[in-house]
């Protein structure tokens, strides 16, 4: 009974990959693959253990959640009763790690999510492709930049897009090993995900990449790899200035700003950073009333989206909230550094890259962004812990 219980739960994470990049929204802010989740958190939650360190810190950082927003309805006259959603976005990430991880998948199992994961990142590296040749023929009445499939496309999550593209592009470089397509298969399809990261025109995906690649040099530089890396990299820029060179004018057009968007750091003359800084202040002002100790909850705070994860723990927790959460990243992340061995390394690569990019934005809190990062961290986790059972003889 216990063996088909866990393969329904296995079945549901097959189908939340699936699912994962569709746009269309089911209720609010729910979208399919929120119902999914929701069904393998419930399936689950007989089998959910938390060590009593991490329960006692999250149970704190909750706690002060909860009393941020009492502190709002207090003070506050302008309530939005529809963010109370934002619970739900707090704590799913950690419900969904301990749902997965607590799963005995089999080696069949493990592998099968792993390449459909691959798969979809290139179907989802493809899409790309596909947005522009139907925005550019009027197929698609849409923003310029590209959007999750059945999106409102108006209203680009391009953002988004090259975080999930960059970070798996990452992720599968890394587990390289567990991957049994070809060589040629593969690094052609990361190419065509690099390629369709510098096409979303969001620096978050170009950060990402950037401090990835150069982990992965410093960690496993050999001459081979180098030579390997240098051969790569020529031929991307050979296929790329091809792909240029015989794509029409009105492509060309429309490309062109996109990669030098990908590409611009101008700091000082940059409307997003000047957008990111205002939402700090706004969110020092929220919580003013309690010398930004406490926030004034999610239902009081000034915005829905304050562009930065520090700038929404101040408003809706402040800093006591901020502190108290960076403790359980950390003490986690601690955790796993003590295991030491290649798939904690991987691990503490994923959250290092996810947490610097979560400042620039709160990816953390939107469900097509975090879900994939708990699923790769789950996966790392499952395969860290066979490798150390195989260590010990136990396998």
Known sequence: MIIKYDNLIYKFILLSLLLFPIGTRVFLTFR??????????????????????????????????????????????????????????????????????????????????????????????????????????????????????????VYSDAHLYSVYLSMSIIFFITIRDKILYSNLFFYLSILVSIFSTLMTASRSGTIILFLGFIWLLISKLTVRRFINIIVFVLLSIFIIVIFLSITSSDINIMLEPLFERAFSFNLSNDDSMSTRFLSLLTSLQDSSQIFNLLGIGVLASSKVWFDGALSTFIANTGFIGFIIFSSLILTFIISIYKRKNIYSHIMILLFVLYILINFISEYFLVTRSVFIFIVYISLLTILMNNLNLTKKGHI
């Open 32 to 153: 399919p693959l929120d119902i999914i989740i929701f069904i393998i958190i419930i399936l689950s939650l007989n089998k959910i253990k938390i060590n009593n360190i991490f329960f006692s810190i999250f149970s704190l950082f909750f706690m002060t959640l909860l009393i941020s927003i009492l502190i709002g309805l207090f003070l506050s006259e302008h309530l939005d009763f529809t963010k109370i959603i934002f619970l739900y976005k707090f704590i799913m990430p950690f419900l969904l790690y301990l749902s997965i991880t607590r799963i005995k998948f089999t080696d069949k199992q493990l592998s099968k999510m792993i390449h459909l994961s691959f798969i979809v990142l290139l179907i989802m590296s493809l899409w790309v492709f596909l947005y522009y040749y139907l925005k550019i023929n009027g197929f698609i009445i849409g923003n310029i930049r590209v959007s999750f499939p059945l999106s409102n496309y």
